[in-house]
Nanobody, 126 residues
Framework: QVQLVESGGGLVQAGGSLRLSCAVSGSTTRRLSMAWFRQAPGKEREFVAAIKWDGGSTPYADSVKDRFTMSRDNAKNTVNLQMNSLKPEDTAVYLC???????????????????WGQGTQVTVSS
């Protein structure tokens, strides 16, 4: 069974940076498509970024493009999300997701991922 544990969230001022990590157990990141989603209070879960299992696609939400970078460390079996130039509207619980056999067109779809972490809170103050 795939288990995901996020870390690295916290409180930061607008314009600051945070680095989130997601540790994977029960499988290997080489075989999984991985993604970050976020959910703010009272809002729908929102796609942030993803990496396809073969590295062939790394889509980002328009709202985070050029500010966030997702990477994968197969040796450590982790994925990371480097978040720069943070804005108050980035405040949310950030969730790591993993799935097998995803095709490029499904990477942004929350329902395509079978495994989810508990999430880590990111709060950006103005």
């Amino acid at each position: 069974q795939v288990q995901l544990v996020e870390s690295g969230g916290g409180l930061v001022q607008a314009g600051g940076s945070l680095r989130l990590s997601c540790a994977v157990s029960g499988s290997t990141t080489r075989r999984l498509s991985m993604a970050w989603f976020r959910q703010a209070p009272g809002k729908e879960r929102e796609f942030v970024a993803a990496i396809k299992w073969d590295g062939g696609s790394t889509p980002y939400a328009d709202s985070v493009k050029d500010r966030f970078t997702m990477s994968r460390d197969n040796a450590k079996n982790t994925v990371n999300l480097q978040m720069n130039s943070l804005k108050p509207e980035d405040t949310a619980v950030y969730l790591c997701a993993a799935g097998s056999g995803l095709i490029t067109s499904t990477l942004r779809v929350a329902g395509a991922y079978a495994n989810w972490g508990q999430g880590t809170q990111v709060t950006v103050s103005s």
